[in-house]
């Protein structure tokens, strides 16, 4: 059993910047084999991937409309991973859950991760 826990929301202007924060607990958590994700979900919307980070190799994946602005990392002495959220826009606004699962291949398909966090709230506004 694992279980996450984000913190680090909030309200933020256009522009501005949030640094999400995800801890892991539970003995069944894989350094080896476990990839951690961001995912969100606005109101009236389908959840969408934001970001993923394999925990042995650090090998990082963003979606398209992240890149260049949002920038995942994981802390392995603490088993947390940060998702650092720059040049804010409004469509990021959303609720924002973090999520691990064991060899997972296709790190942007939600169905692939097995646990999930409660979600913390993003708001950017304009």
């Known amino acids: 059993q694992v279980r996450l826990v984000e913190s680090g929301g909030g309200l933020v202007q256009v522009g501005g910047s949030l640094s999400l924060n995800c801890e892991v607990f539970?003995?069944?958590?894989?350094?080896?084999?476990?990839?951690v994700g961001w995912f969100r979900q606005a109101p009236g919307k389908e959840r969408e991937f934001v970001a993923a980070i394999t925990w042995y190799s650090g090998t990082t994946t963003y979606a398209d409309s992240v890149k260049g602005r949002f920038t995942i990392s994981r802390d392995n002495s603490k088993l947390t991973v940060d998702l650092q959220m720059n040049s804010l826009k409004p469509e990021d606004t959303a609720i924002y859950f973090c999520?691990?699962?064991?060899?997972?291949?296709?790190?942007?398909?939600?169905?692939?991760?097995?646990?999930w966090g409660q979600g913390t709230q993003v708001t950017v506004s304009s």
């Open positions: 999520a691990t699962g064991r060899n997972i291949v296709s790190t942007m398909v939600d169905s692939e991760y097995d646990y």
């Open positions: 539970g003995r069944t958590f894989n350094r080896y084999r476990n990839t």
